[in-house]
Structure formats: C-alpha cells, structure tokens
C-alpha cells in the first residue's frame, strides 16, 4: 500500500481526496499547513505527496523548494491558477508532475501511480548502483590486501631463493674444488684408471647438480613482466643464436633458418626460449647421421606462430600433456638435463601472453610451436 501525503488549507478538498484514495487502495495522510506536513514526512516514509500551490503563510513552490532535497519525495503541484512559466519553473526545480483544478481524479491517479512507479525504478537502480559500488569497494579492499600478501611473499620468496642458492650452490662448488685438489694431490695419471672413473662419477654429479639449481632458480626468479615489451628482429636473434651455438657446441646437424618477423617481446626471455628449443632440437636428433633442424614463422590470427622443427628421436604424442611439466624427461637414460628447460619455456611463452605446444613420432623427429600475440 502506497503512502500518500495531501497537502491543502482547503479541508473539504482533503476530505475528499482522503476519500477517494483511500478507496484506490492508498494509506493517505493530509496536511492543512507546512508544520504538520513536515512533521508527517519525517515520521513517515511517504510515496508521494500532493501539494496546492496556494498554501498559507507561504506558497506551495516555496515549500517544496524548502523540503524536497531533505525528503526524497516525487511531488504533484496542483493549482486553480495555471501558468506555463511557473509548471516549468517547479519541474525544473525537481518537481514531478503539474495538475489544474478542478481534479479529474481518474487522470489525477494515473499520474500518481506513474509517478511513484518511476521514483521507485530510480531508487532502485540508485540501490543497486550504490550496492555494486560497495561491492566493487570491497572486492578492490580485498584485492589490495591479497595483492599486498602476495608482494611479501614474493620478497619472502626472493630471500628464499638468494639463501637456497648460497646454501646449495656453495656446497657443489666445495665438492668441485676439493675434488681438483685430491686429483692434483694424489697424482692420478693414465695407470689409475679406476680412481678416474669414479672421480668422473663425482664431477659429472656435482655439474649436474649445480645446472639444476641454477635452472631451478632460473624458474622460481621468474616474475611477471612489467616493463615495456621492446621490438624484437627474431630473424638476427635466431641467427645469433645459432652461430653462437656453432661456436662452442660440437655437433653436424643442418640447421636452417626461415624469414622471421619482428614482435615485441622481452628480449632476455624470448632468447631464453629460442635458445633452449634450438638446443633441445641438436640434442634430440644428435643419433641421426644427417640431423636436420629448421626454424620458421608463419602468420595466424592476431599472432605469430613460431616453429622448431628436428627430425630425432621424437616422442609419443600420449605424453604431450606432460612434456612441459616440471622434471617431466621423457628419454632421461639416452640425453643429459634437468626437466626444468622446457617448463622455463612454458612459463615465459606465457608470461607473454602466448601458448606452445608440440607434435612429434617416435623416432621421426618433433615440432614444438610457440605463438606470441600481435
């Protein structure tokens, strides 16, 4: 039931609207002066009020200008002296609706109930504005708090890695120098076969370990990237890399090397990952007796599709899912390294926003694919 408050020093005419609305299924309050209607609006949540212009002590526009910033209130000002200037002048001023009297209470009650249906829509959606505002409010307060949790844990986590690599790092290298020092002190020459052997054993687990915490940090050292991506001419990196790899790799394979396009990128990382796909595709395919590897580009749809392909020892396509995996070796017996390569990949590919997946067959070789965004 809607709360309807009357307005008017002219009782009869509240009586008679008090009666008519009351039959139209409305709760209706009068009032015969500005106190007693300020004394109803404050002890009552009104839907609407009804107000003659012509009131006692001061006009009806007065009133209105005076009470209806405080009370969120839709008003209809009813008057026996109509004027064009002064309907434009209340409903400028926040008014509602603008009726003339004599009332024709049929039109009078469309309007009402059309006014309070739209007042209603308003606080409505003002309602839910403020209550997504809060809500946005606090989502952002808990955002802030998680994202302040999350920079001391990184700082957390940066102290962990600095102590992790003093603490495994130095030990590994305490065994190397100790084993060069046992070598030059015990004189171990050609005739002490069996004492080489095993100082071998010792120095080959003491680098694999050291390349394993350094890949491992690598990967845990690795943040979100957050400054400007430059412009990046793959085809002189790529070919940089190469050569470089010639230099100091000994191997026979054939590698080719497409034409290659410029993207923005992290010049540090995207080398990171051609290097290391460029130097899995030697070691794979170092069995073959013409190993053959060629790097290319090609365009997809708002990005670039970058393409590494060898032709050795391959892979079964069941374990795709896993090959990116951390310490995933799919051949750990016939190749040397750590597991740790291609899972650096992965996360740096992501970082910039890309995807890298592969396709291979036993012993006939593999293609890993890496895109990055245009």
Do not use: C
């Not at 009078?108 to 606080?123: F, N, T």
């Amino acid at each position: 039931m809607y709360k309807l408050l009357i307005i008017d020093d002219q009782k009869g005419i509240l009586q008679m609207l008090r009666r008519r609305f009351a039959k139209l299924d409305y709760e209706v309050f009068t009032a015969e002066n500005k106190d007693s209607a300020l004394r109803i609006l404050k002890s009552e949540l009104i839907d609407l009020v009804l107000l003659d212009y012509m009131m006692p002590q001061v006009s009806g526009f007065d009133f209105f200008l005076n009470f209806h910033k405080k009370y969120d209130v839709p008003v209809i000002m009813m008057t026996a002296h109509s004027s064009i200037n002064l309907a434009i002048e209340f409903m400028r001023s926040g008014g509602t609706d603008f009726v003339e009297k004599p009332l024709d209470i049929d039109v009078l009650h469309l309007r009402i109930e059309r006014a309070i249906k739209q007042s209603q829509l308003v606080k409505n959606q003002t309602t839910a504005k403020e209550k997504a505002e809060a809500e946005l409010r606090e989502s952002n307060t808990a955002l802030l708090e998680k994202t302040e949790k999350l920079e001391q844990k990184n700082e957390e986590l940066d102290a962990f890695t600095a102590t992790v690599s003093h603490d495994l790092k130095a030990p590994v290298r305490n065994i190397m120098g100790f084993i060069n020092l046992l070598k030059r002190k015990l004189k171990i020459d050609d005739a002490d076969k069996e004492v080489q052997e095993y100082f071998s054993f010792i120095e080959d687990g003491a680098t694999k370990m050291n390349n394993l915490i350094t890949e491992l940090l690598n990967f845990a050292q690795m943040k979100e990237i957050t400054k400007d991506l430059e412009l990046i001419d793959t085809q002189r990196l790529v070919t940089e890399i190469v050569n470089s790899i010639n230099l100091n790799t000994e191997h026979n394979a054939q590698i080719s090397i497409g034409l290659l396009p410029k993207i923005k990128g992290d010049l540090t990382l995207i080398r990171q990952v051609f290097f290391n796909l460029i130097h899995n595709a030697i070691k794979y395919s170092r069995t073959k007796e013409k190993p053959i590897i060629s790097i290319t580009a090609d365009r997809g749809e708002n990005e670039t599709i970058f393409a590494v392909e060898d032709n050795g020892v391959g892979f079964n396509m069941e374990y795709t899912v896993r090959l990116f995996n951390m310490f995933v070796r799919l051949h750990p017996n016939e190749f040397e390294g750590t597991g740790v390569g291609l899972a650096n990949v992965k996360r740096i590919v992501e970082r910039h926003n890309g995807r890298i997946w592969a396709s291979g067959q036993v012993d006939k070789g593999a293609t890993f694919y890496f895109s990055l965004p245009d």
